[in-house]
């Protein structure tokens, strides 16, 4: 009997049929070859074992017991191809490999299932607490689409990272939805577009045996925005001044940033107050015209954001003392005063060095009195570059406020 570490027999049989079908098309198509599927991917073989994605330790521990000395070398070979080196070794390779269909189903759920469920905690935590079902449509993503997806940026994997949000906060009714929202990366044609219905629909299941609270939710839960309009809502709004809504990530969080800017928009052209996304909101963001900013924050100054207690000021202000104090003073620095700044320092060396020289002071000594000076050089130096570091920032964050970037 199998171990399933605590996901469903129909999440398990999902993953298996996306894989491989069944036991019947893996003896005819998949028991005597190492695949390659394309891409970046290595030889694969088993039940969607990638082995040159895998080190040799790693093969080793999860096939040496089940294979013949002769199999386990082919195995190894494979460890570390990729691409075309990998697509070359599957066709050199063909026709003398031999992997049973009980040997493919225990290494993936003996070793590639325990060993993906840990990925997927790490990556989305509080995954491994969820009803079976639930837990195990989680792992089939993780497994078919990197478990790293749910923290990687970017609007391909919005609905990962929602995903994890949604676990996190037990927002379970989301979950459905935003799983049916993966289809727009793929053909209605391709499996994975049917694979992602198939998961929908198990976490359902898994959710009105034991979740219920969650499940009764689902009737009253909008469908999840595409991320890809996310995105146009985004940037248009940061083109239309309204800089807070935030990163354009393809996220539409409930009561997140981008939700504010949508409802500040809405209520600034006498929209419905709606947080969400439709046709009206999109025809009036293509007419509008880019946030007007006023006279008095337009011609605003650094002094200006300092009486109004602006910390990023506050902080150049302080870096800037002190590296005022390693150099020796601000008022030198701009324009002219840096060149009379380095100008005064080379001439400081030169004048140790005249001076040293004429005490009749041995080589080596004035070697290191010399040396010393220069160090106090270096510090004055490392104190200029701090300085107009922090004076690139106070000129970045003004800039900001003056174009409305900034409160």
């Known amino acids: 009997m199998l171990d399933l570490h605590g996901i469903s027999r ?5 993953v298996v049929a996306a894989e491989v079908t069944s036991q019947a098309a893996y003896e005819r198509k998949y028991r005597r070859v190492l695949e390659y599927p394309g891409e970046q991917s290595g030889p694969t073989g088993g039940i969607g074992y990638d082995f040159g994605t895998q080190t040799r330790s790693r093969i080793s521990a999860d ?3 089940k294979v013949d000395v002769g199999m386990l070398r082919i195995l190894l070979g494979a460890s570390g191809k990729r691409g075309e080196a990998a697509a070359a070794y599957s066709r050199a390779t063909r026709g003398q490999v031999d992997i049973p269909w009980d040997v493919a189903l225990d290494v993936f759920a003996n070793c590639d299932l325990p ?3 840990a990925i997927l905690e790490r990556y989305c935590p509080g995954a491994g607490h969820l009803a079976p079902d639930c837990k195990g449509v989680l792992w ?3 497994f078919n689409r990197d478990a790293a997806g749910f923290a990687k940026p970017g609007a391909r994997y919005a609905e990962m990272r929602e995903i994890r949000a949604c676990v996190a906060s037990g927002a379970l009714a989301r979950i459905p939805g935003l799983i049916r929202s993966m289809q727009r990366l793929w053909p ?3 499996g994975l577009y049917s694979r992602r219905e198939t998961e929908a629909r198990l976490f359902e299941k898994g959710m009105a045996e034991h979740h219920p609270a969650e499940h009764d939710k689902l009737a009253t839960t909008p469908p999840a925005p595409d991320p890809d309009v996310v995105v146009q809502v985004q940037t248009r709004l940061r083109e239309l001044g309204y800089y807070d809504a935030g990163a354009v990530d393809g996220q539409l969080v409930p009561k997140g940033r981008t939700e504010a800017a949508i409802l500040a928009f809405r209520h600034e052209h006498d929209l419905p107050l709606s947080p969400g996304i439709d046709d009206e909101l ?3 963001m293509a007419r509008a015209e880019p946030r007007q900013v006023s006279e008095v924050r337009a011609s605003a100054t650094t002094q200006d954001l ?4 602006v910390q990023t000021i506050a902080l150049t202000d302080r870096i800037k003392g002190f590296a005022g104090k390693l150099f020796g003073g601000s008022s030198m620095l701009g324009g002219g005063g840096l060149l009379a700044w380095v100008t005064d320092k080379a001439s400081a060396v030169s004048g140790a060095k005249d001076a040293v020289g004429g005490l009749g002071i041995p080589p080596q000594a004035i070697v290191w009195l010399l040396a010393a000076v220069a160090v106090l050089v270096a510090f004055a130096g490392l104190g200029v570059m701090i300085w107009f570091i922090a004076q690139k920032i106070e000129t970045k964050r003004l800039a900001d406020y003056r174009t409305g970037k900034n409160t």
């Open 10 to 14: 129909a999440a398990f049989d999902l």
């Open 188 to 190: 209605k044609t391709s």
């Open 282 to 284: 999109l025809a009036a």
């Open 306 to 309: 300092r009486e109004q207690g």
């Open 140 to 142: 089939s993503i993780a």
């Open 115 to 117: 060993r993906y469920l």
């Open 63 to 65: 096939w040496g017991d």
